[in-house]
């Protein structure tokens, strides 16, 4: 659907494309969406998991900023729960995935790198897997 929305003004042979177009196209690569189906996705309401991730999405960045960033999702799911948000530790680290919040290792802040010892848990937006670090040492080995 982003493809379709940024693309259906586009302006070829002095015609705008529109969304019936780009469905052909879109059809002849292999990817059927009917136009029908685009125009019924614009104008359906967001659904309920939507609404809750947004109210969800707030509470998290507020609670990973007040924590000055430290926090994962681990911590962050405990703090809701003190809060009495009611919401599964998955759902907390879906969205944080999502807005790439990820805590950071306290020694990398204070510019200490190296100078403490003792391993991080981290979580990698990039590969989406656990991984350990150590803080005396930059190298980073793959657990997930």
């Known amino acids: 659907?982003?493809?379709?929305?940024?693309?259906?003004?586009?302006?070829?042979?002095?015609?705008?494309?529109?969304?019936?177009?780009?469905?052909?196209?879109?059809?002849?690569?292999?990817?059927?969406?009917?136009?029908?189906?685009?125009?019924?996705?614009?104008?359906?309401?967001?659904?309920?998991?939507?609404?809750?991730d947004v109210e969800l999405t707030e509470l998290i960045g507020q609670v990973h900023r007040e924590n000055l960033g430290v926090y994962g999702a681990r911590k962050v799911h405990r703090q809701l729960v003190r809060q009495d948000v009611d919401v599964a530790r998955c759902t907390v680290e879906r969205l944080m995935r999502a807005g790439l919040l990820q805590h950071q290792v306290a020694s990398d802040r204070a510019g200490l790198r190296g100078r403490l010892g003792g391993w991080m848990s981290w979580s990698s937006p990039i590969h989406g897997s656990s991984a350990r670090m150590s803080c005396a040492s930059p190298a980073v080995v793959n657990l997930g």
Do not use: F, N
């Open 1 to 52: 659907m982003a493809y379709i929305d940024a693309h259906r003004h586009d302006v070829v042979d002095e015609r705008e494309v529109g969304v019936e177009p780009i469905c052909a196209v879109l059809k002849d690569a292999g990817v059927q969406i009917a136009p029908s189906s685009y125009y019924a996705a614009k104008t359906r309401p967001p659904s309920a998991r939507a609404l809750r």
